[in-house]
């Protein structure tokens, strides 16, 4: 929402809190003309920002600042309101690029911890098959050298 519409949202809502509780929608100099400010009713509706009696917010009723319409006015105007969006999206998007290094680095342990558990899963197994052939010519030894005809029986 560019900043002009944007102020204009925001002094609709100075002038609504300054009046009351419950106040006619059409104040003064501010008065909406729907056909040429459609993004202006859209946002204000989409963010909920103000509400009538019947409900969803309408120019032919009594209506009222719902809590997110007062977030807004919390702020000297409509730029510093933007601005602290834009901070906040700013710090969110921050946290999310921090998560997605981090996640990554995650990644990248855990193929390195499974590439070093499958080089010593290896290395066990042939460390067994050499102990086992090792252990098998021990043993049979004797037999071994007999048969070759090295040792005489």
């Keep these: 929402m560019d900043i002009i519409k944007g102020n204009i949202i925001y002094e609709f809502l100075e002038k609504l809190n300054t009046k009351g509780e419950l106040v006619f929608a059409e104040l003064g100099d501010i008065e909406f003309d729907a056909d040429n400010d459609v993004e202006i ?59 997605q290094e981090m996640q990554y680095e995650i990644d990248r342990l855990t193929i390195k911890n499974l590439k070093l558990q499958n080089k010593d899963l290896k290395r066990k197994v042939w460390f067994g098959i050499i102990g086992f052939i090792a252990g098998a010519i021990l043993t049979n030894l004797k037999d071994i050298l007999i048969l070759l005809k090295i040792l005489p029986q």
């Design 41 to 99: 009713l859209d946002y204000i509706r989409e963010y909920d920002l103000v509400r009538s009696k019947k409900g969803e917010f309408t120019f032919d009723a009594f209506v009222y600042i719902t809590e997110n319409g007062r977030n807004i006015l919390k702020f000297k105007s409509w730029g510093e309101y933007q601005e602290s969006i834009n901070n906040q999206v700013a710090k969110i998007s921050e946290k999310e690029n921090d998560r």
